[in-house]
């Protein structure tokens, strides 16, 4: 019988995950020297190691099914970005973002333990833990969307993976679905229109606008007024159907879609690394620490 100390060891000595010590340690009747040979092999003692790294490089990819009702986003990290454009890791995210659209998984975790769609005799996980033994860098599948439409899915990818957007529009074509893919890409809306801002954040941003107009020494009342004045501004800058058209600045999203007779449902927008803290190097320090 395989005990909980003895996983806890070879945790602490590989650093694998207690899964994968579990399923070890039943293989080789506990014996924890096999154990530890058995994940080197496998690759995932390897792995271990590399998991507290930052992975704020690589890749997102997008994937939209031929009929164009499903389609899906990923972001999958490496540490630099040289891995990023190794083929082999985009070759795995490309089938990641593929088995996403069409095995719906619930969350990140689901994913991991689903069977890969390009080999069913390992899961996602497995296959991740394989991708870092072979390539010798963290890699983490990091955050995924995924939309079902009865309208129409168009995806976008920019800057070789730096940028990707997935874009659910109902009452409209694919070359409409484009541009506002584009449009997301460029301009960096946060939110679809006014009522999807939540409150507070609104609310924060008046009793900003506020303080600047009674810095300008306006009275109470009229910088009440500036600030319903500028509060428009706010909302141009991160509501999609707010803002100006890219193609044609002189004309509001809104418009565009109108004239088309669409609507946009709901919108992803990943940007590789986006609110990862990088670890800044410093090399004298890490040489000196390695001669202590």
């Known amino acids: 019988m395989v005990t ?13 995950g207690m899964m994968d010590c579990k399923k070890v340690l039943t293989e080789t009747d506990g014996d924890i020297e096999k154990a530890i040979e058995l994940l080197r092999e496998r690759g995932i003692a390897k792995a271990a190691k590399k998991s507290d790294r930052v992975a704020a490089e690589g890749v997102v ?94 995806k976008y990818i920019h800057g070789d993976g730096k940028i990707g957007v997935l874009v659910e529009l109902e009452n409209g074509n694919s070359e409409l679905a484009k541009d506002i893919c584009m449009q997301i890409a460029a301009a960096k809306p946060e939110y679809l229109d006014r009522e999807a801002v939540p409150a507070d954040r609104v609310e924060k941003e008046m009793e900003i606008l506020k303080v600047q107009a009674m810095n300008e020494g306006k009275p109470a009342e009229i910088a009440e007024k500036m600030v319903q004045g500028r509060i428009g501004k706010f909302y141009a800058e991160i509501c999609l159907v707010e803002q100006q058209f890219v193609k044609d600045p002189d004309m509001k999203i809104s ?17 590789k690394g986006e609110g990862i803290e990088k670890k800044e190097e410093n090399f004298a320090e890490e040489v000196m620490n390695q001669l202590k």
């Open 4 to 16: 909980a100390a003895v996983v806890k060891e070879l945790r602490e000595k590989t650093g694998a």
């Open 61 to 154: 990819a997008a994937y939209v099914s031929e009929d164009g009702k499903v389609g899906s986003v990923v972001e999958v990290n490496s540490e630099t970005d040289f891995v990023g454009k190794n083929e082999e890791f985009r070759t795995f995210v490309a089938d990641v973002v593929e088995q996403i659209a069409k095995q719906n998984p619930a969350n990140v975790e689901d994913l991991l333990n689903q069977k890969f769609i390009k080999d069913e005799s390992k899961t996602v996980q497995e296959v991740l833990t394989g991708k870092i033994a072979t390539i010798g860098e963290n890699l983490t599948i990091r955050r995924f969307e995924r939309f079902e439409s009865t309208g129409l899915v168009e």
């Open 255 to 271: 418009k565009l879609l109108e004239e088309k007779g669409a609507k946009v449902v709901r919108f992803a927008r990943f940007e």
